[in-house]
T-cell receptor, first 111, second 116 residues
Framework: QKEVEQDPGPLSVPEGAIVSLNCTYS??????FMWYRQYSRKGPELLMYTYSSGNKEDGRFTAQVDKSSKYISLFIRDSQPSDSATYLC???????????FGEGTQLTVNP | NAGVTQTPKFQVLKTGQSMTLQCAQD?????MSWYRQDPGMGLRLIHY???????DQGEVPNGYNVSRSTTEDFPLRLLSAAPSQTSVYFCASSYSEARSYNSPLHFGNGTRLTVT
C-alpha cells in the first residue's frame, strides 16, 4: 500500500469553478505538507506548504490539513485555464527527512 | 538565473547502453537529488547529495550511479540501460536538505528517456 494516495483524475472543470484536490496518507508521522504544481513538459514547482493541522490561504489557493483524518486538500477558487496542470501533494515526517509524493491529479480548466 | 538545468531533454537508448544525464544548478544549493516520474508511481527518489563529495541512495537506486565533485553539478549515470528505466527523470535542488521544512525543491524540466 502506498503511503500517500492521490486520485490521478483527470479532473475537468469549467472556468470559475471551485476545485478541490485531495490526498490521504497512512503514516501519522507526517508533519509537513506541500502542494506542487506541474505544467505539461515542465518540472514541479512549489505552490503551498503547511505544517501540522490547519488552513493556509494564498490568493485563490487554500491548503487544508486534517491530521486526525490523515487527509489534506488544496482548494482553488475562481479557477482559470492557466491553472490547468498536474497537482502533486508531498509530505515529510521531520524537517530533514525526504519527501514522499502523491501520484498527482491532472486538472483541466475549460474556458 | 537559469535555476536547475538538465540535459539532454530527450534520449533514446538501446538495452545495455550506458549514458549520463547532466544536471547543473546556479543557486549555490547544498542539496541535489534525482527523481524518476512514472505513471501510477509518482516521483520516486533515486539518489541524493547533501554537499560536494557526499552522496546517498534514495528509494530506487539500483542501476544508477551518481557523483558530486562540485556544488553545481550532479550527473546521473545509467550503467547498462534496461526497458524498466524508461521514464522521465528530474533533477531537483534546495538550499539545504530541508533544514527548514519550507526550503522548497527547485526542479529542472526533466529528461525523457526511452530504452528499447
Amino acid at each position: 500500500q502506498k503511503e500517500v494516495e492521490q486520485d490521478p483524475g483527470p479532473l475537468s472543470v469549467p472556468e470559475g469553478a471551485i476545485v478541490s484536490l485531495n490526498c490521504t496518507y497512512s503514516n501519522s508521522a507526517f508533519q509537513y505538507f506541500m502542494w506542487y504544481r506541474q505544467y505539461s513538459r515542465k518540472g514541479p514547482e512549489l505552490l503551498m506548504y503547511t505544517y501540522s493541522s490547519g488552513n493556509k490561504e494564498d490568493g485563490r489557493f487554500t491548503a487544508q490539513v486534517d491530521k486526525s483524518s490523515k487527509y489534506i486538500s488544496l482548494f482553488i477558487r475562481d479557477s482559470q485555464p492557466s491553472d490547468s496542470a498536474t497537482y502533486l501533494c508531498a509530505m515529510r515526517k521531520t524537517s530533514g527527512s525526504r519527501l514522499t509524493f502523491g501520484e498527482g491529479t491532472q486538472l483541466t480548466v475549460n474556458p | 538565473n537559469a535555476g536547475v538545468t538538465q540535459t539532454p531533454k530527450f534520449q533514446v537508448l538501446k538495452t545495455g547502453q550506458s549514458m549520463t544525464l547532466q544536471c547543473a544548478q546556479d543557486m549555490n544549493h547544498e542539496y541535489m537529488s534525482w527523481y524518476r516520474q512514472d505513471p501510477g508511481m509518482g516521483l520516486r527518489l533515486i539518489h541524493y547529495s547533501v554537499g560536494a563529495g557526499i552522496t546517498d541512495q534514495g528509494e530506487v537506486p539500483n542501476g544508477y550511479n551518481v557523483s558530486r565533485s562540485t556544488t553545481e553539478d550532479f550527473p546521473l549515470r545509467l550503467l547498462s540501460a534496461a526497458p524498466s528505466q524508461t521514464s522521465v527523470y528530474f533533477c531537483a535542488s534546495s538550499y539545504s536538505e530541508a533544514r527548514s521544512y519550507n526550503s522548497p525543491l527547485h526542479f529542472g524540466n526533466g529528461t525523457r528517456l526511452t530504452v528499447t
